[in-house]
């Protein structure tokens, strides 16, 4: 077997010239990746050796400079692809990030390690998961079925969740992975009173089930990672010696986790690049440390700081406005914005007492604009928060103004499509309770909430998945003949299903699933508004998985059920 730290895209000594990779052959070529550069982006794309802060403001190019850096390192054979780390906070970004390195290079990149942190960390998990207790296939779970299983462990454990909702518990146990704190690691004090004192308890027993379920939450795509580093030196002095680059987006939203697994890996070649701005970081509320970028020359003694202060996307009145606010701030590396271009309108900041004053005021000035000939597809309005649209929602039906709100759940967070993943997820990981707890009744085949009670009730008791339970309390006297039936037709069908993964692909397996399942018929039957809408949710989900766009199903199905490499949805970073 090859040493899964072989650098593939290496080509032997006695091949080809034209088995070298597109960075050796764009090498031959004058870059012309420079030549759009102002001065400051220039000297931070071509600052590679050593630790780097890039302090980017709004509007500067810092995406073009961090592609462009990638561009340059690969094009200029400084590094093969698979010896560069690229992180970014979304998988959007990455992929527009490796188009235009394509893009300037002349060729496709294979072997990059671009993506997400929890993306790469799945990536890194899924070589070593034996280290931390799991396997290969582990299951990713979403916020949803993490939730669920909180609330089971915090039924089982006799704690009142209607005082301590499992949303509350989860929220505390993720800003504790945030940190890069496992169980053992939380203190009393840490704990508090959460959960009757005992939140760091349901802590330790909620990584014990997901161990059972073979499963990993997002924070523990992380958190497992640093414990393997931690356990094993050789595996983290490999992926030190690999990594002779690191870059990183959005530095200043990291969180501690973060911090710590890129600090290790950059203890190899202390090749790293950051590029942020510590005037951008909103994401306090989701374990983002501000202190990891200001503290970037301590961390990284000699590090290098490049300002891009230059302004391609604002007007100066803007610019100058929204500087003067931003000075104010304690905790700032400091830098100034400006543009070449024209001053433009000065910023109109008026006073209102409440939300529904503004949305009088707002809707005035809509009317005020659509007397004048501005169409309403043109006007837009940005609001903080989705409930803050309710006053603008109500005021606009007053006064006949038609509109519309974007937003709403994400493709993969609707209830059809979890639905469906949730089958899949089953078929191809037996163990997993959660995605068997959420289908063993949908569509309704007879199984009521006594049924499943026992499942959970043999389940706890002898440490077994709901399936398994399943299987064995069919075999018994306990159950009613009809539920016997249903469940023993559940668990054929689930058998077969499985037999046939080993020989169909993905989207005929999903089709097939749903048809016989009853999901497709389940929904056609209904009466409801949104029921053609999840039916076309539904092919649309057959048709990514047949097109080769399964890969974001975050739910760490393996290639054969819709992609392996698990990547996380947008900003979770």
Known sequence: MSDPFELSEKPAPDAPADARPVSARAAAVRPTYLDNLNDPQRLAVETIDGPLLVLAGAGTGKTRVLTTRLAHILGSRRAWPSEVLCVTFTNRAAREMK????????????????????????????????????????????????????????????IDDKRWPP???????QRWKDRGLPPEKISQ??????????????????????????????????????????????????YQEQFRYILVDEYQDTNVAQYLWLRLLAQGSHNICCVGDDDQSIYSWRGAEIGNILRFEKDFPGARIVRLEQNYRSTQHILSAASGLIAKNEGRLGKTLWSEGTAGEKVTVRGVWDGEQEARVIAEEIESHQRGGEKLADIAILVRAGFQTREFEECFIKLGIPYRVIGGPRFYERQE???ALAYLRLINQPSDSLAFERIVNVPRRGIGETTVQSFHQLSRAQGIPLTEAARRLIETDEMKPQAKKAVGGFLTDLDRWRQMAEGENHADLTRIVLDESGYTEMWKASKTPEAPGRLDNLKELVAALACGQGAGIRHGLPAGLGGGAVSASARAG
């Not at 760091?200 to 990584?207: F, N, S, V």
């Open 99 to 158: 188009e235009r390195v394509a893009h300037q290079i002349g060729g496709a990149v294979e072997g990059l390690w671009l993506g997400t942190f929890h993306s790469l960390c799945a990536r890194m998990l899924r070589r070593h998961a034996d280290v931390v207790g799991l396997t290969p296939n582990f299951t990713i779970l979403d916020q949803d079925d993490q939730i669920r299983l909180l609330g089971q462990i915090l039924k089982a454990e006799n």
């Open 167 to 173: 949303r509350a518990v989860h929220a505390v146990i």
């Open 189 to 238: 004090g840490e704990a508090g009173e959460l959960a009757n004192g005992r939140a760091a308890e349901i802590y330790r027993i909620y990584q014990e089930r997901l161990k059972v379920l073979n499963a990993a939450d997002f924070g523990d795509l992380l958190l497992h990672v640093l414990r393997v580093f931690s356990s094993d030196a050789e595996i983290a002095r490999k």
């Open 417 to 419: 499509i979890r639905d």
